[in-house]
């Protein structure tokens, strides 16, 4: 069992910073994919960001340049580095986890981020 838990979240005014972490327990295999995902009220979830375990990203066009992915292999865990963040950045934040051989997906419960302008 695959258990992904967010943590970091909170609320930050306009131009602010925020790092998000998200540690990931259970049967993890090699070659995956981890990423954020986020939702705002009455809005589709989005790809926010994402990172394969070469470490090798993409962004979302709307972060690119202020928010930064990263993972650490080794604790299990990827991070989300927001800078400059907008009133628009206001969302749950989702950490999702791809297996690339089985192609099942994990997620988080999610972390609250809300952006004062």
């Known amino acids: 069992q695959v258990q992904l838990v967010e943590s970091g979240g909170g609320l930050v005014q306009a131009g602010g910073s925020l790092r998000l972490s998200c540690g990931v327990s259970g049967s993890i295999v090699s070659i995956n994919v981890m990423g954020w995902y986020r939702q705002a009220p009455g809005k589709q979830r989005e790809l926010v960001a994402r990172i394969n375990s070469g470490g090798i990203t993409n962004y979302a066009d709307s972060v690119k340049g202020r928010f930064t992915i990263s993972r650490d292999n080794a604790k299990n865990t990827v991070y989300l580095q927001m800078h400059s963040l907008k009133p628009e950045d206001t969302a749950v934040y989702y950490c999702?986890?791809?297996?690339?051989?089985?192609?099942?997906?994990?997620w988080g419960q999610g972390t609250q981020v809300t952006v004062s302008s």
């Open positions: 999702n986890l791809y297996k690339v051989g089985s192609g099942r997906d994990y």
